[in-house]
Nanobody, 119 residues
Framework: VQLQAFGGGLVQPGGSLRLSCAAS????????MGWYRQAPGKQRELVAT???????TYADSVEGRFTISRANAKNTVYLQMNSLKPEDTAVYYC??????????????WGQGTQVTVSS
């Protein structure tokens, strides 16, 4: 399973960005996709996840500002980030959990994309 993330950049406080992550490869089904982030000197933390059953989870720090959504037909997940704050600055990583045709599970990461919120 390959994950390719897009959409990072520099934005002013209060601005918006949308990240996208596309999953490709040889798998039976994507069970969950999500976004994590890692700021300098800090551990990687969960931002938001979305299951194939449309259940969502958000970090308290982004609840109400970020929205995760998915285009199932394209195995793509989006993270709409509004009202961005300087503390949202981090490298954002896409993550996916899948079931392979073999029946085995898979969990992996895409490359990170930098989000910088600064005036």
């Amino acid at each position: 399973v390959q994950l390719q993330a897009f959409g990072g950049g520099l934005v002013q406080p209060g601005g918006s960005l949308r990240l996208s992550c596309a999953a490709s490869g040889n798998f039976f089904v994507i069970n969950v996709m999500g976004w994590y982030r890692q700021a300098p000197g800090k551990q990687r933390e969960l931002v938001a996840t979305l299951t194939s059953g449309s259940s969502t989870t958000y970090a308290d720090s982004v609840e109400g500002r970020f929205t995760i959504s998915r285009a199932n037909a394209k195995n793509t997940v989006y993270l709409q980030m509004n009202s961005l704050k300087p503390e949202d600055t981090a490298v954002y990583y896409c993550n996916a959990g899948a079931t392979l045709y073999s029946g085995n599970g898979y969990s992996g990461w895409g490359q990170g994309t930098q989000v910088t919120v600064s005036s």
